[in-house]
C-alpha cells in the first residue's frame, strides 16, 4: 500500500482526501494495470497498457477536480475559492505510484512515495518560513 505513506502525511494535517483515500487510489490504479498483464491483453494488443493508464488519469483527475474546486460558503459571494491543490496532486501522485507498483516496479513506488512524503512534510515547514 504504498499510497498510504502520502495518505498517511495527508490524514495527520487532516485533509478531506487522507489515508484511505490515497491508499484506494495506488491499490486501484495497481488492480487496473495489473488485470491486462495477468489476462495476456497485451499479446493481443500492445497499446492497451497505454489505454489503461490514460482511463486512471481521468479517472484520477476526477477526484482532483472534486479536491480543488469548492463553492463559497459566503451566500452573498459567488465566487469560487481554489484550495487542495497540494491533496489533488497528492492523489495523482498516489496513481503514479499505483501504477509502477502494478508494473512490477515496486522499489520505483517505494522511493517515490518516501520523496512524495519529504516534499509534503519538508517543504511545508519551508513554506511557513516566508
Known amino acids: 500500500m504504498i499510497g498510504g505513506i502520502i495518505g498517511w502525511e495527508r490524514q495527520i494535517r487532516h485533509k478531506p482526501a487522507g489515508l484511505r483515500t490515497h491508499m484506494l ?15 495476456g491483453e497485451l499479446q493481443t494488443s500492445s497499446d492497451v497498457l497505454s489505454r489503461v493508464i490514460q482511463g486512471i488519469a481521468t479517472g484520477v483527475g476526477f477526484l482532483g477536480a472534486g479536491e480543488i474546486v469548492r463553492q463559497s460558503s459566503q451566500p452573498s459571494q ?6 487542495g491543490l497540494t491533496s489533488a496532486a497528492a492523489i495523482w501522485v498516489s496513481a503514479g ?14 522511493i517515490g ?5 519529504l516534499v509534503l512534510k519538508v517543504f511545508k515547514r519551508l513554506e511557513k518560513r516566508d
Open 25 to 39: 487510489v495506488s491499490l486501484g490504479s495497481a488492480l487496473f494495470i495489473i488485470i491486462p498483464l495477468q489476462t
Open 78 to 83: 459567488q465566487q469560487l475559492e481554489i484550495h
Open 97 to 110: 505510484l499505483g501504477i509502477a507498483a502494478g508494473c512490477g516496479l515496486w522499489q520505483l513506488g517505494l
Open 113 to 117: 512515495s518516501v520523496l512524495t512524503f
